[in-house]
């Protein structure tokens, strides 16, 4: 039983992923479809990732691979074939070392339905094992090659692969196999010293039965004692080993925690037993097969799905800074979340110059800067024109006037203040105006019985939902009053968590 134990503790290692917070990729994002027919998808990669990253999207059945591009340093782009309509499913992968173990970080595949088992080629392969890596003693049956992972919002699914494309579960009347999948919550794993472990086998009574079980072990002497969560469902099927289990199941114990996971990831690593009876003494002995290489697997749900390019908005146009070192800021904001291919200001017939971000989450709207400034105290009349377009088919253009007979910049015009509802832990409040943001003097927040929450100064345009001792404020709906030199604006907001 402790080698069980020791095969079980190398899931551990996962659990210093919590620790890092290890996010292999960040801001998975979306154009629309192009002119030639594709949809770009981009992301940034980590630094601390030392191997190559992989984007995979299904088509025709079955998983391809895409072609990454770097158009600027730790940005990657790969650009998909898509037909309007169609649910385009695509997953990143890469590999990294934690604890001097490689971790294998890989979305898994939504899977659209509870069938079971489910087509093998829907599954996103997960980890290569191989040939003849035998831990303790080489059996082809327990000779694992490959395994596969999806998942819905019900269930869970797994699927190994072997050296003889079959997984027989008794040899004799005294020798049994085992087989495994197992589940670590990479932000629970230490302190709870528990692993999660959809388990294959025949059912030997008083030793070992299929289903799903909670393994608590002793990280001293490596012993252990578990505890049986539920039925898993299991099938050989075209030479694979499928098993799935209920997320609701994995639920029922308190220290597993939500769904879905903190920091949105398990580990996972699959496994082989041989166990053996002796006749006399009925004592069991067990012997390790094979171990498959460690994942996190990362839950992210990545496709596209639309039946139309729906053009990106242009809101908001303002100027920012001093008149000698101007700013043009405007708010962009796309229906489907589509991000720009084209995004440029010009001044006058001057050369344009590309926007800036100051966000890469584009399912809301997100502030933009002009990535050049301009000296604006000399002439009477000057003409910006912003230019986007999130496929390169069709551009929004919108023209900014600022007309003025001195240094100053005109007066705020309007104030907006998005996104509204807002949540704090997601980005938290921002505010907007059209005109001179130099007049913005400051403002504060007040709940509705006017009582003062938090003083806004002036060079602050947002709100992360804080009082002025720093203490988050609870939800609800809040008054924001900006005040700018000759006037002052009141919005109402309402903070969600």
């Known amino acids: 039983m402790r080698k069980i134990a020791i095969l079980i503790i190398v899931l551990f290692s996962l659990s210093l992923l919590s620790a890092q917070d290890l996010q292999p990729w960040q801001n998975v994002r979306h154009s629309s479809r192009d002119i030639n027919g594709n949809v770009h998808i981009r992301f940034e990669g980590s630094p601390s990732i030392l191997s190559t990253y992989e984007l995979n999207y299904f088509q025709n059945n079955t998983w391809q691979t895409a072609t990454l591009t770097n158009p600027e340093a730790l940005t990657y782009e790969a650009l998909l074939p898509y037909q309007w309509g169609q649910n385009l499913k695509y997953r990143l992968s890469t590999t990294y070392e934690a604890a001097g173990q490689p971790i294998t970080a890989a979305n898994p595949a939504f899977m659209d339905a509870n069938t079971f088992p489910p087509v093998a080629d829907y599954l996103a392969p997960i980890g290569i094992d191989p040939v003849g890596d035998s831990v303790s003693a080489y059996y082809p049956n327990l000779d694992l090659t490959n395994s596969y992972f999806g998942y819905n919002n019900t269930m869970l699914f797994t699927a190994l692969s072997n050296t003889a494309n079959s997984f027989p579960t008794m040899n004799t009347f005294t020798s049994y196999n085992i087989y495994f999948a197992g589940l670590a919550n990479t932000a629970t794993a230490l302190t709870d010293s528990s692993v999660y472990v959809m388990l294959y086998s025949f059912s030997v009574p008083g030793i070992i039965s299929p289903g799903l079980y909670k393994f608590n072990f002793n990280m001293a002497d490596t012993?252990?004692?578990?505890?049986?969560?539920?039925?898993?469902?299991?099938?050989?099927?075209?030479?694979?080993?499928?098993?799935?289990?209920?997320?609701?199941?994995?639920?029922?114990?308190?220290?597993?925690?939500?769904?879905?996971?903190?920091?949105?990831?398990?580990?996972?690593?699959?496994?082989?037993?041989?166990?053996?009876?002796?006749?006399?003494?009925?004592?069991?002995?067990?012997?390790?097969?094979?171990?498959?290489?460690?994942?996190?697997?990362?839950?992210?749900?990545?496709?596209?799905?639309?039946?139309?390019?729906?053009?990106?908005?242009?809101?908001?146009?303002?100027?920012?800074?001093?008149?000698?070192?101007?700013?043009?800021?405007?708010?962009?904001?796309?229906?489907?979340?589509?991000?720009?291919?084209?995004?440029?200001?010009?001044?006058?017939?001057?050369?344009?110059?590309?926007?800036?971000?100051?966000?890469?989450?584009?399912?809301?709207?997100?502030?933009?800067?002009?990535?050049?400034?301009?000296?604006?105290?000399?002439?009477?009349?000057?003409?910006?024109?912003?230019?986007?377009?999130?496929?390169?088919?069709?551009?929004?253009?919108?023209?900014?006037?600022?007309?003025?007979?001195?240094?100053?910049?005109?007066?705020?015009?309007?104030?907006?203040?998005?996104?509204?509802?807002?949540?704090?832990?997601?980005?938290?409040?921002?505010?907007?105006?059209?005109?001179?943001?130099?007049?913005?003097?400051?403002?504060?927040?007040?709940?509705?019985?006017?009582?003062?929450?938090?003083?806004?100064?002036a060079d602050i345009l947002g709100w992360d939902g804080a009082d002025d001792h720093g203490k988050t404020v609870t939800a609800g709906i809040y008054l924001l009053r900006a005040n700018y030199k000759t006037g002052s604006f009141t919005k109402k907001v309402i903070l969600v968590r």
């Open 223 to 457: 012993s252990f004692t578990y505890t049986r969560l539920g039925n898993i469902q299991s099938q050989v099927l075209n030479g694979k080993l499928h098993m799935a289990c209920n997320i609701s199941d994995l639920l029922l114990d308190p220290n597993f925690g939500s769904w879905p996971p903190q920091y949105n990831s398990l580990g996972y690593m699959a496994g082989s037993i041989r166990l053996d009876i002796d006749t006399a003494t009925l004592t069991p002995t067990f012997t390790i097969g094979d171990f498959s290489a460690i994942a996190q697997i990362i839950f992210e749900n990545h496709h596209y799905q639309v039946t139309q390019n729906t053009p990106p908005v242009i809101q908001y146009i303002y100027i920012d800074g001093p008149a000698d070192a101007a700013v043009l800021r405007f708010s962009y904001f796309d229906a489907n979340g589509d991000y720009p291919l084209f995004c440029q200001g010009q001044y006058l017939s001057e050369q344009g110059y590309d926007f800036i971000p100051q966000s890469l989450d584009f399912s809301q709207p997100v502030m933009m800067y002009l990535s050049h400034t301009y000296d604006l105290t000399s002439g009477v009349e000057y003409h910006f024109n912003v230019t986007i377009s999130d496929d390169s088919i069709n551009f929004v253009t919108g023209p900014f006037w600022v007309a003025n007979d001195d240094e100053t910049i005109p007066a705020v015009q309007s104030l907006s203040v998005y996104p509204n509802p807002f949540n704090p832990t997601l980005g938290g409040l921002h505010l907007a105006y059209t005109g001179n943001i130099k007049d913005f003097t400051g403002g504060s927040i007040h709940n509705l019985k006017g009582q003062l929450i938090r003083q806004l100064k």
